[in-house]
């Protein structure tokens, strides 16, 4: 069975600091990485997603960047972190292809708080 | 441009049956999904329609008119650990983007 990590759970960083945030699949190949982030009382945001290593789209033009190093994981980075950077991120995966349209799975979360 | 409207909250009795409503604007329809999200955790999949109608998966229902841009999340027999987020998702085609709604977030009272 496939399965979803995410670390860490909980982050408090201070504004101007940098960010590493890392997920990684297990029990499958060739995965469609996302990231999103979801704001207090919003939807998810779709940040980066990736269709294979090396390969990544960005969504959102901002202070983030992400890369994807190894077939199933995919890293979430800054420089400098932004209040406004404060949400809970999540990482999700779906298999691999367009052909068919299939649901999105989501790893745990990291909830991220900018000071 | 690109929208989705979900109602931001609802109450509804334990046992009883809800029904949660989603419109939807996008440029380009490859399918609609609806996720459960319970607080502090992350969205797990409920249900997944991309023709009309209605897809029936036990308690649950979505039904969907991709000409009205309309769908609904139907809950039956509801029950306590039923209150969470339920978020209305659409893929747009040609690619992998689900855009989200921001999600409405039910109350089951005893």
């Known amino acids: 069975s496939q399965t979803i990590h995410q670390w860490p759970a909980t982050l408090v960083q201070p504004v101007g600091s940098p960010l590493s945030l890392e997920c990684t699949v297990e029990?499958?190949?060739?995965?469609?990485l996302y990231w999103y982030r979801q704001a207090a009382g919003r939807g998810l945001q779709l940040l980066f997603y990736?269709?294979?290593?090396?390969?990544i789209s960005s969504e959102v033009p901002q202070n983030l960047s992400a890369s994807r190093p190894q077939d199933r994981q995919f890293i979430l980075s800054s420089k400098k972190l932004l209040l406004s950077d404060s949400g809970f991120y999540l990482c999700?995966?779906?298999?691999?292809?367009?052909?068919?349209?299939?649901?999105?799975?989501f790893g745990p979360g990291t909830r991220l708080t900018v000071l | 441009g690109q929208n989705i409207d979900q109602p931001t909250e609802m109450t509804a009795t334990e046992g009883a049956i809800v029904q949660i409503n989603c419109t939807y604007q996008t440029s380009g329809f490859n399918g609609l999904f609806w996720y459960q999200q319970h607080a502090g955790e992350a969205p797990t999949f409920l249900s997944y329609n991309v023709l009309d109608g209605l897809e029936e998966k036990g308690r649950f229902s979505s039904f969907l008119s991709r000409s009205k841009g309309y769908s609904y999340l139907l809950l039956k027999e509801l029950q306590m650990k039923d209150s969470a987020s339920y978020l209305c998702?659409?893929?747009?085609?040609?690619?992998?983007?689900?855009?989200f709604g921001a999600g409405t977030r039910l109350f089951v009272k005893a």
């Open positions: 990736s269709v294979g290593i090396g390969q």
């Open positions: 029990g499958t190949s060739n995965p469609n």
């Open positions: 998702a659409v893929r747009k085609t040609g690619g992998f983007k689900t855009i």
């Open positions: 999700a995966w779906s298999p691999p292809g367009l052909s068919k349209v299939e649901e999105q799975f």
